[in-house]
């Protein structure tokens, strides 16, 4: 199991600048994922949702998860990662880079690395945190995503 770095409230990820963690628990991305992706943004482009084409005409034989999907899944595995005990709020501030640098097929698993960039102090007792993510995909040696994200979390 993945060790999770706990600290009690956000102030104290001042102290974890620059530490590396993950990669997470491996999470499978089925194409149901993708088809309910596909409805909840309108985005049902053949090489996400039609598995018969994509078997036929996909490298691979296989329908790809959409970029903001596996975007998407970012905060679901870093709260995996990181676990601030003390915190009232915590809000997407941003992002300052995202890559899509290989796809995610149909059925592959991925996982999380995060390093702890940047932790910045904001009015209402909060802290901007700047991560950088790596998603990796399972067999695959380029990554799916590299990204810089922005979090802003509230004690």
Do not use: C
């Amino acid at each position: 199991m993945t060790a999770t770095l706990t600290v009690a409230k956000p102030q104290d990820l001042l102290s974890h600048v620059g530490r590396e963690l993950g990669p997470s628990e491996w999470m499978t991305v089925d194409q149901a994922m993708i088809d309910k992706f596909a409805d909840a943004t309108g985005d049902h482009q053949w090489i996400h949702v039609d598995v018969e084409r994509a078997r036929r005409e996909m490298p691979g034989g296989k329908t790809i998860a959409h970029g903001y999907l596996t975007l998407s899944l970012v905060p679901r595995l870093a709260a995996t990662l990181v676990k601030v005990d003390q915190v009232k709020r915590g809000v997407n501030y941003g992002s300052n880079r995202v890559r899509f640098t290989a796809p995610v097929p149909a059925g592959a698993r991925v996982r999380l690395r995060l390093k702890i960039g940047k932790v910045e102090p904001v009015e209402g007792n909060g802290v901007r945190v700047t991560n950088e993510v790596t998603m990796e995909v399972e067999g695959q040696e380029r990554p799916a995503l590299v990204a810089e994200i922005m979090s802003v979390r509230y004690a």
